[in-house]
């Protein structure tokens, strides 16, 4: 049996990543916000990183796979540095990056511990290739995850596995958002992809 432990899972992408996982494994959503009844939710702000630290990953002695799924993120403020609150930068880089370290670090802790295998999973962002002005805590931070993602690979932990993947345009709230930014101007690359329909199904996509 294996045990997904996704943040972010009531929703979207997430959402659909849940609903794709076979009934005879073991689902944990890491989520700060609504509960799925059908399906083991933990209550876990990711802008909280004294909380974070304390959260546990658990396997018991049915579990030979676990898999953990970081999909959780925020946009932050959209504007130029000089004009960001500091606890907006903060939690977005709390939320982005240093939670989900925190939370990778103790997965692999556990996973050597408990003499399983292990996956982990970092949803990213194509913004990461297209440094884009009014973005730079939300990107920096995406980008931030991608790298450590590459240098914890080159540590080679045993029977640990991971990588980062780009989802591709969503039509998610977060989408909407950056649509209506007007901080982001008139040529809105969003605004174009949007009315190219070049969005694709959140839930759909997390199935895949």
């Not at 130029?80 to 670090?105: A, D, H, R």
């Amino acid at each position: 049996m294996t045990a997904f432990y996704i943040t972010g899972g009531n929703s979207g992408l997430g959402k659909g990543m849940v609903n794709a996982v076979p009934e005879v494994h073991e689902v944990h959503i890491l989520s700060r916000e609504g509960k799925i009844t059908s399906y083991n939710f933990l209550d876990l702000d990711l802008s909280k990183v004294d909380k974070v630290s304390e959260f546990k990953f658990i396997f018991d002695s049915k579990i030979t796979n676990a898999i953990f799924i970081n999909n959780a993120s925020v946009l932050g403020e959209i504007n130029k540095f000089g004009s960001l609150s500091s606890q907006s930068i903060i939690e977005t880089f709390n939320i982005n990056l240093i939670s989900p370290m925190v939370l990778i670090n103790s997965f692999i802790k556990c996973v050597n511990s408990s003499g399983i295998s292990g996956l982990v999973v970092n949803i990213t962002s194509g913004l990461i290739n297209y440094p884009m002005s009014n973005l730079t805590s939300y990107i920096g931070s995406k980008l931030s995850l991608h790298n450590v993602t590459t240098l914890i690979l080159q540590e080679s932990i045993k029977k640990i596995k991971m990588f980062s993947i780009d989802p591709g345009l969503l039509d998610t709230s977060m989408q909407k958002t950056l649509r209506n930014s007007h901080t982001l101007g008139s040529n809105n690359y969003f605004q174009k992809k949007y009315k190219e329909n070049k969005l694709k199904s959140p839930i759909d996509t997390g199935k895949k």
